[in-house]
């Protein structure tokens, strides 16, 4: 499978806990992209980096967010001090630049409930 | 503030029918447009993307317009199938930026 792949698919995990999710970008796609998709809402974009640069962050990304891609290659998203309002689907998606449009690939995605 | 809107939220139709979803942006500054299909619970996956010089991009029945000017864009599904059904977004990048902007979407049923 050459596609965008995220472990784990699903989460569960009491309010207070510390979570980290992971993000395998397609081979050779140089920007990787984090997004949040709430029930009944379109993805919310929440970072995204060039090789292991993080270039833009949002406002929706609180200190209690950190994104790191070391050595430009899979990504990590870690939440501390998890929150019920955290619960959500946690999207990565990549691209290649120099293609032009920049049109981003995204993975299955990984389900947070936090109780 | 940049927004994607996209109506309707909700659309049945019997199957063989053809239709039109729709999507308006407010930023005429859009560098490309790309549609996505939801399955519940899933990923997003990629329909087709469509650069600002372009008017139009098609994929098998699937046809997506693009009108700067207006600030819309449609995805034409022709002889619809229930495996059509899902949820469709829309998505544009707007302005400078590399992230996307997404509607909310649009739950599309096609009935056997």
């Known amino acids: 499978d050459t596609g965008v792949s995220q472990d784990p698919r699903h989460k569960i995990t009491k309010r207070g806990q510390n979570v980290t999710f992971r993000c395998d970008p397609i081979s050779e796609h140089n920007r990787l992209y984090w997004y949040r998709q709430t029930l009944g809402q379109g993805p919310e974009f929440l970072t995204y980096?060039?090789?292991?640069?993080?270039?833009?962050k949002s406002r929706l990304l609180s200190d209690r967010f950190s994104a790191e891609r070391p050595k430009g290659s899979f990504s990590t998203l870690e939440i501390q001090r998890t929150e019920q309002g955290d619960s959500a689907m946690y999207l990565c998606?990549?691209?290649?630049?120099?293609?032009?449009?920049?049109?981003?690939?995204f993975g299955p995605g990984t389900r947070l409930t936090v109780l | 503030k940049q927004e994607v809107t996209q109506i309707p939220a909700a659309l049945s139709v019997p199957e063989g029918e053809n239709l039109v979803l729709n999507c308006s942006f407010t930023d005429s500054a859009i560098y490309n447009l790309q549609w996505f299909r939801q399955d519940p619970g899933k990923g997003l996956t990629s329909l087709l993307l469509?650069?600002?010089?372009?008017r139009e991009q098609t994929s098998g029945r699937l046809n997506a317009s693009l009108d700067k000017s207006s600030g819309r864009s449609t995805l034409y599904i022709a002889a619809s199938q229930p495996g059509d059904s899902a949820t469709y977004l829309c998505a544009g990048r707007l302005g400078s930026n590399y992230k996307l902007t997404f509607g909310k979407g649009t739950l599309l049923t096609v009935n056997p």
């Open positions: 998606a990549s691209s290649l630049v120099g293609t032009g449009h920049n049109e981003q690939f």
């Open positions: 980096f060039q090789n292991e640069a993080q270039l833009e």
């Open positions: 469509i650069q600002s010089s372009q």
